[in-house]
Nanobody, 127 residues
Framework: QVQLVESGGGLVQVGGSLRLSCTASGRTFSFPAMGWFRQAPGKEREFVGTIVWSGGRSGDSIDYGDSVKGRFIISRDNTKNTMYLQMNSLKPEDTAVYYC????????????????WGQGTQVRVSS
């Protein structure tokens, strides 16, 4: 089992920045892939990005959703079992509950393929 806990959400003005954290505990070494998703009220859960650990053989593989590409940055610190989401140039449409997830996703961009989820952290961007 894996437990995921997100933190770092809050209220920020348009153009501002926030950094979210997702700390994992449990069988973390079994799951090299971790992802960020978000869900706004009345909308489906949206892919934000993923990071897949290479095991040290090469750089991690990182992918972003089109709506955040160029503004958000994903990273991870395996020594702390923590993944980060640096969010820059925030827009009102970034307002959502942000979730981290892990597991053995066959399709990295599909929320339904992830087995373990955190409780989410709320991000609000005010205009």
């Amino acid at each position: 089992q894996v437990q995921l806990v997100e933190s770092g959400g809050g209220l920020v003005q348009v153009g501002g920045s926030l950094r979210l954290s997702c700390t994992a505990s449990g069988r973390t070494f079994s799951f090299p892939a971790m992802g960020w998703f978000r869900q706004a009220p009345g909308k489906e859960r949206e892919f934000v990005g993923t990071i897949v650990w290479s095991g040290g053989r090469s750089g991690d593989s990182i992918d972003y959703g089109d709506s955040v590409k160029g503004r958000f940055i994903i990273s991870r610190d395996n020594t702390k079992n923590t993944m980060y989401l640096q969010m820059n140039s925030l827009k009102p449409e970034d307002t959502a509950v942000y979730y981290c997830a892990t597991g053995y996703p066959a399709r990295l961009r599909f929320a339904s393929d992830y087995q373990y989820w955190g409780q989410g952290t709320q991000v609000r961007v005010s205009s």
